[in-house]
């Protein structure tokens, strides 16, 4: 097995959430010592090498990040694609965390019926939403708030200009937001 390539894939295709040491320490059946050793040989391979990629440790995970250096490219890419239209996911998403805010990632999931995880680490990214700290229920999941490029980007000066939504008006077929 070439290890090296293998991390690379299991790195890539976890993204985000990067993989557990552990998991992967066990699947290349390496001990502790040849484990950190090589981990050690790969990271210094992407900090120091030609890759826009860097490989990094948070908590007992490993991923892939780019490297500061191209930091202003991406956000400059990331500001031109701010002012495409938005799709239908991200404007439900964004319509929930503005009237509800703040607001967890699984309270948006029970409205939406659906997974927002990747929909909130776009906004995120997008810099329309931020963590507004962390609620106090049971794993301290963290808090959403709309930011002010969401108030440029909708040419907003308070959330108190958002129309005004009347619970009836919310009725739907699936029965989601009955009013009992």
Same mark, same amino acid.
């Given at each position: =097995?070439? @290890? !090296?390539?293998? *991390? #690379? /894939? *299991?790195?890539?295709?976890?993204?985000?959430?990067?993989?557990? +040491?552990?998991?992967?320490?066990? &699947?290349? $059946? =390496?001990? +502790? #010592?040849?484990?950190? /050793?090589?981990? #050690? $040989?790969? !990271? /210094?391979? @992407? +900090?120091?090498?030609?890759? /826009?990629? $860097?490989?990094?440790? @948070?908590? !007992?995970?490993? +991923?892939?990040?780019? &490297?500061k250096e191209h930091h202003a490219l991406i956000t400059e890419l990331l500001e031109v694609n701010t002012s495409r239209n938005f799709s239908q996911a991200a404007l439900e998403t964004l319509a929930i965390i503005a009237y509800k805010q703040p607001i967890t990632r699984l309270e948006i999931e029970e409205i939406r019926g659906v997974n927002s995880d990747m929909m909130c680490r776009r906004l995120e990214a997008l810099e329309l939403i931020r963590e507004a700290g962390r609620s106090d229920s049971v794993g301290r999941p963290i808090l959403y708030e709309v930011t002010d490029g969401f108030m440029d980007v909708f040419k907003l000066t308070s959330l108190k200009e958002l129309p005004e939504i009347k619970l009836e008006d919310l009725v739907e077929e699936n029965g989601l937001f009955k009013t009992d």
């Open positions: =097995m070439n @290890y !090296k390539s293998s *991390l #690379e /894939a *299991l790195l890539f295709a976890f993204g985000d959430d990067g993989v557990s +040491k552990k998991d992967i320490q066990e &699947k290349f $059946e =390496m001990n +502790k #010592e040849s484990f950190e /050793a090589f981990l #050690e $040989e790969f !990271k /210094a391979f @992407y +900090k120091e090498g030609d890759s /826009a990629l $860097e490989c990094v440790e @948070y908590g !007992k995970n490993l +991923k892939f990040i780019t &490297k």
